[in-house]
């Protein structure tokens, strides 16, 4: 039986003696059969991995592995690896506009007609939705998702297309594997980039727990990302 602490990590994958090889994992050493027995050591097993992902600049980290059996194939423990090493995390951003709400269709439509004079402004409520994803997920597919919705209200001068106050929040609206998050408070800006637009801008970080379905390993991840935008009133 062989345990696989940070040493032997190494050495039983071929890796070599630094954390940097893992950037290109090869083949299994030919003295090392597929169907060999190793015990997976928590701590070591993670502070190789999230050495490597801040090495690689990526924002992800393993913060627990639980196995159910802890002793594993050497080709799994490899596809474990790869599968690791191969992970990627992507977000999409979609918008939507909600309806405008305004005074009075009646006072509008007076105002309209009438001559504008610097002192008078149209006030209208508006209020805008966007969505970002954050998604982390292998090779085989995805393993975490989050959908985070941006909301941002405000008043708005209608007859110069100007934005007169604003605010914005976020919230959770869908996951999978999804064990907790934090989503920082929202800041706006008005009429910015363009007039009558409101950028905003905020971050996510977010905790994922899956099964591996090949080893039943149990992990815990993390991944954060910033997020900003932008929304016509």
Known sequence: MKTLTRKSFLKIL????SITALR?????AASAAD?????????SFISEMNAWYQANGIPFALDQIDCDQSQLKISDVEKLISDLQNIQ??????????????LNSSFSSELSEQIITPREIMRINF???????????FQDGVIG???????????????RSTILEASGSACE???????????APVSVSKNSPSTGDVSYSTSCSAYFEWVVPQTNVKLRSHASKPISGSVSY
């Open 24 to 28: 290109a994992l090869p083949t299994i």
């Open 127 to 137: 209020s805008r939705t966007a969505t970002d994803e954050l998604t982390v997920w």
């Open 35 to 43: 169907n060999d027995l190793v015990e997976l050591e928590p701590t």
């Open 173 to 183: 609206r869908s996951s999978v594997n999804l064990s907790s998050i934090d989503i």
């Open 145 to 159: 998702t989050v959908c985070i919705e941006i909301t941002i209200t405000g008043i708005a001068d209608d007859l």
């Open 14 to 17: 071929g890796t070599g003696a």
């Open 89 to 102: 995390i992507t977000h999409h951003t979609e918008y939507s506009n909600n309806d405008i709400t305004q």
